[in-house]
Every structure is written in C-alpha cells, then in structure tokens.
DNA sequence: ACGGGTTAAGGAAGTACGTAATGAAGTAGT
DNA sequence: ACTACTTCATTACGTACTTCCTTAACCCGT
C-alpha cells in the first residue's frame, strides 16, 4: 500500500508519526491551522489514536473477563472510597465524564455484582455507588494482569516521561473545562469566538 | 526524579492532576501497578480523558454542523487523496481505525453529501471514497472555526509541547500496535502472561 | 404550606467504535 | 476448471459516550 518507512523533512527518523500523517494528510492539515502549521490538528488526531490504543490494550487485558476500559476507571475509583460510597455525580467529575455514562457504567458493574447502589439518607435524590465483595475480589485476580498490560503499552516510557504525558493531556482537559464554562456563560452562537 | 511540576504531596495549585487523581485513587491505582508507581495508569486514564475533551472541543467547531472528531479526520484524509479516491481498508489503515467504523463514517459523510462512494474497476470487491464538491466547500468554510477551537483547547501549549504530545501519544499507539500483532500471532489464550 | 429554581439520577435518541459473522470477489492448488 | 483460501466491504450486535428531556427531591423565599 503506501510507503511505510519514509523519513519526515525535518524530524526524528525513528518516529512512528508516518502512518498518521504522510505529508499529503499533513498539507491538507496546514489549511486547516493557523500559521500552516500541523501541530494542534496533528496532537489532537495522536490524542485520539493513543486513548483507542489504550482502550484496545486495556481491553485485553481486562475485557475478556467482561470489563471495559471505563468500566475499569470507575471500580478503581470505587474501590478508593470509603465504605458508604460516593455518588454517582461525584464519581462522574472526578472521572472527568458525564454523569450519565457514569449511570451506565455503574449499570454494567451492578450486573456483573461487582459494585451496587445503595440510597442516601442524606439527599433521598441520590445514589450511592459502592464496590461489592465481589468487586474487590476481582480488582485482586486481575491486578497483575493489568499490571502487564500497562507496562506493556507503556514500554520504552520512562517515568519522566509518563509524567510528561499526564500532565500534557490533564492541561488539555484543564482547557476544555475552562471553555466549556466560558462559553457556556456567554453562550447562543455556535461559531467559535477568540 | 519523581516529577518535577507536582509531586504526590507538594503540588503546585495550579495543576489540575487533582481532580482525577486524589491521594485516595492513587493508592489504588497503586494496587495494580509494578514498584507501587501508579504512573501507567494514571497516564492512561489522563489520555482518556483527554482525548473525550478533545472530542468534545472539536464537537464545538465543526459538530455544529453536524461533523463529528471522527467524521472531520476522515474527511482531511479524503480531501488529500487523488481525486480517484481512496479505498476504505487503505483509509481504516491510515486513521487508525477499524474499516467497520470507517463504513460507518463513510455512511455519515455521504449522507451528508460531503463524500462519496465510487466502484473500484480494478478490483470489483473495493469501494472508494472520494471526498464532493460540497466537502471541499464544507473544509473551506469551517477552516476557521476549526483553527480557532485547535487553538483555544491547546492554549499555551508551546511547539514543543505539541511535538512531544504528539510523539508520546504516537509512541503509544505503535506500542499498541506491536503488542497487538505480537499477541496475535502467539494466539491463542487469552490470559495476560508476564 | 407552597410554588419556583436548582440539582440529582435516569430514560430516549444518536454517534462512534469494536468484534464476529456474511457474502462477494479475487487468488491459488491441483 | 473447480475447489479452497484469502481479502474486502458490509450487516448485526454490543458497549461507551453524549445531549436533551423527564421526574423526583432538596432549598428557599414568600
């Protein structure tokens, strides 16, 4: 099909950015960017491609005993909260999702009797989510599997460098917290304003 | 060499790590990590996290008009291929993504009248895709909106910064990538081994 | 008390994405 | 030339995620 291991211009040859962007996918970006260059289109198209990259890879190492990738997030962060649980808004901002997806995914783990609601007393409109016996029995056979996926994702990545990353994408979403609010005050057009 | 910007203590305040990793979830997202380091996955959940606000931020410049992250980055590759088109394998290959979800954003673009679907006469299985009139007009009226929300979610993101986003994320999905055809071709269970 | 505004969770509809299975069309093997 | 394997797109089905809308319950001002 198309060339595989050509070297970029002016950039590092072991980089694996050619299957992505060849420079006729990259010259239809620059029309698409300020100054013509690549480089917002180019990290938000990686952004994309490494999230899939790490839902697949979760994915085998969690899914085949039922789990997805968000689904995992959520018990983990389940499983870090004290014994009468955290409601399903919470768990949603701190997953950094929207509460409804946090309802579905809370749906999956209730199914599968890894996590359950019980009612608050406090607020009667709210759920509290909870990590069942059988959930913290599963985060136990399945740590070490998780462990290897992880580490295998992420080979070659030194800790500085994972750290780089974290902050990276946590400054993106960071960003897009802000807008949203921002543009939702002074909200009506859809056209994006400076 | 921990870190540098923030550490699990001493955190400057402007990080915003907090919200998705507070002490609490770090320590059990000790649990699954090798060292006690809870690196991976915390880097792991940052990318998915911000790779749904990078889809939510591009929703902002061009899902408007009806073009979702996944439908705009197919519709750039199209516009960059001959004008015979391209067929929908080679394009699942060069985004990164399944050739069933390429069909399915096919489907999204011609019914919106930005693409097309041609017969392949060299090979009567193939079908290609070739980007319409009204897309090259639709990429040309919405460049701008594009490269305003591109720069508003990546705000003082300096060009290295981009870079190193962008070849960590690429790092990533190559890693995938190998581990994938690696565990394939050595098939067979599907237990993770160390 | 009681109605208005706010916030919670969940229902409905839609998109995006994946795997597995289907069918049609090339490609070999003999 | 006829069968067997492979490859391509697509259909079918399931999950994840979103936005919009509904209902229930809290909060508060009167």
Redo the contacts between chains.
Sequence with gaps: ??NVSKSVEGRLER???D??F?P??R???A????GG?T????????????????????A??AN?RGLS??AL?IL??L???PDDGISIGDLA?????SSRNVTGLVDTLERDGLAQRVPDRRDRRSVLARITPAGLEW?DSF???????????????T???????????????????H??QH?SRADGG?????
Tied chains: 1, 2.
């Excluded at 740590?143 to 990545?157: D, K, N, Y």
């Excluded at 800790?159 to 917290?177: G, K, M, S, W, Y």
């Design positions: 099909m198309k980089d694996p950015d299957g992505l060849d006729q996918v010259a239809a970006m029309l698409f960017t300020v260059d480089l917002a289109l180019e990290a938000s198209a990686a952004v994309r491609a490494a999230s899939h990259a790490v839902d697949r890879m979760r085998r190492g085949s990738a968000g997030d983990i962060r499983s870090a909260v901002q701190s997953a950094g999702v985060m740590r070490l599997p998780t462990q290897v996926a992880m580490s295998a994702i992420f080979r070659g990545f800790p500085a460098e994972l750290i780089q990353l974290r902050h990276l994408c946590l400054r993106l979403v960071d960003n897009q917290h807008l949203d543009l859809d056209e994006a304003q400076p």
